[in-house]
């Protein structure tokens, strides 16, 4: 019985660790960047999606930092409200490009991508320097029409009351 119960937590141990992603995320383009800065990442990640982002940057990964599948899709574990992330490889591309931008549609907590759609051997890990992640900035202003509306809320509230009031006192 004891030898079952092992067994079935191997078992279990084996299924939490198993990759759980079997497709990629949209690439959306890929280009060269002149440098490999945040700004400049961040720039072009604006530019092409046209919107503000708050961008954070995974540096320094090694192949340890990726999980692999037998479908040619590697995943790396992200920020859960990840919108977009960006791929930096090194040279070796069949593409030419070196900068690929993802929209993250698979799992909100990975990026998901094959090396092959990006021009690379399906084995080739190495050749990525860093991701960088994005997700709309949020604008702590509010917009004057939602203003408006809030105050044109408040007057109307504020005049059933006081016709509530009148017709009371009489």
Known sequence: MKTVIVLMALLLSFSAEAVPFN???TLITSTTLPNSGLATEEDWMET???TDLDVFKYDNLS???FGY???DIWSMNISADTEWYMVKTGNGSSSGDRNFLFLNNVDA???SFSLSDLGFAWNDIGKVSHITV???AVSA???PSTMALLGLGFAGVL???RKAYDEKSM
Do not use: C, I, Y
Request: proline share 4%; net charge neutral; charged share 15%.
């Open 141 to 143: 202003v509010s917009e």
């Open 69 to 71: 599948n037998v479908n």
């Open 159 to 161: 005049g059933f009351r």
């Open 48 to 50: 092409v999606l046209a």
């Open 109 to 111: 907590g990975l990026a």
């Open 23 to 25: 497709t990629t995320d």
């Open 134 to 136: 994005g997700k709309s």
């Open 63 to 65: 192949p340890a930092s």
